[in-house]
């Protein structure tokens, strides 16, 4: 004879074992950051700058969603990675964040609480120029410019590159169909020092001719992010594999009777994750 299970009974059990992992996982935090706080004793980053580090995120964003499964949606758990790393890394070197307000402030507001969380300072700013100012006064803040500009701003992305602020991150990271946070973005920061390059260079180029070279870029395997023109003169941001020779992109400029001069490195980022949906389904990547 079959023992019939109470409902009750079973609710309440489950409730417990859902406690208990809760408990879990607040130990494990608590256990992280302990660590964290070893980790400032012995690099020294509480007082020595920024201590984002774009590569090392993105190798344990790709591993997260390598080993995702279930019918929790890849952009929950994204989010709570994400407030886990920016608040950590909050704790290891104080950081504030500057937002390119000028067109969407509510999306963008969105975006940077998507991806660094309440903990981290976020300041909306007028547009791309006040927030490239923010961070060249800083030794560690951040700055997020949307991709897409209206024309009048121009092309603010000459002002990157050097020893001041430069990209080093793209927004969103994991891409899929349908997700939150969705809104294309460029993240600014000092120079940082990290031991692996990024996947994807970002280049500014002076374009001369009145061809438009999305088509031929693309084609090539390069992506044209943003653009400004002037009459027969145009300013580019083009983003290449790190491994590809910046003659190559002229080259593909040249296919679509376009001029390319003086490109200028002025920034790069990891090579985003593509993802096959926003539940636990096995990703898709470039790799």
């Known amino acids: 004879m079959t023992e019939t299970i109470d409902p009750a009974q079973r609710l309440a059990g489950l409730r417990r074992e859902i406690d208990t992992i809760d408990e879990e996982i607040h130990r494990l935090l608590v256990a992280r950051s302990a660590i964290i706080d070893e980790l400032i004793k012995v690099k020294g980053t509480a007082v ?90 800083s030794v560690s803040d951040l700055g997020i410019v949307r991709q897409s500009q209206p024309s009048w701003v121009g092309a603010w992305w000459n002002r990157l590159g050097g020893d001041g602020p430069r990209i080093i991150a793209r927004l969103p990271y994991i891409l899929f169909e349908g997700r939150v946070a969705d809104l294309p973005a460029l993240v600014l920061s000092n120079p940082i020092s990290e031991a692996v390059g990024p996947e994807i260079l ?56 376009v001029e390319a001069r003086t490109p200028r490195l002025v920034g790069g980022y990891p090579a985003p994750i593509r993802h096959a949906g926003p539940g636990g389904i096995a990703p898709i990547t470039d790799d």
């Not at 009145?210 to 653009?227: I, K, N, V, Y």
């Open 48 to 137: 020595s700058g920024a201590a984002f580090r774009p590569a090392r995120e993105a190798d344990m964003m790709r591993r997260l969603v390598a080993r995702h499964r279930g019918i929790l949606p890849i952009a929950t758990v994204e989010h709570f990675w994400r407030e886990i790393v920016s608040t950590f890394t909050f704790l290891q070197a104080h950081y504030e964040v500057y937002m390119d307000g000028g067109r969407d402030p509510v999306a963008m507001r969105d975006l940077a609480r998507f991806y660094f969380g309440f903990t981290v300072p976020a300041h909306l700013v007028a547009g791309p120029d006040e927030v490239i100012d923010a961070v060249a006064r």
């Open 202 to 257: 970002v280049h500014a180029f002076t374009g001369v001719g009145d061809r438009d070279p999305s088509d031929a870029l693309e084609t090539a395997g390069f992506e044209l992010l943003a653009r400004f023109d002037q009459g027969l003169r145009t300013d580019f941001l083009v983003a290449s594999p790190a491994e590809t020779p910046i003659e190559a992109v002229v080259a593909a400029f040249a296919t679509a009777g």
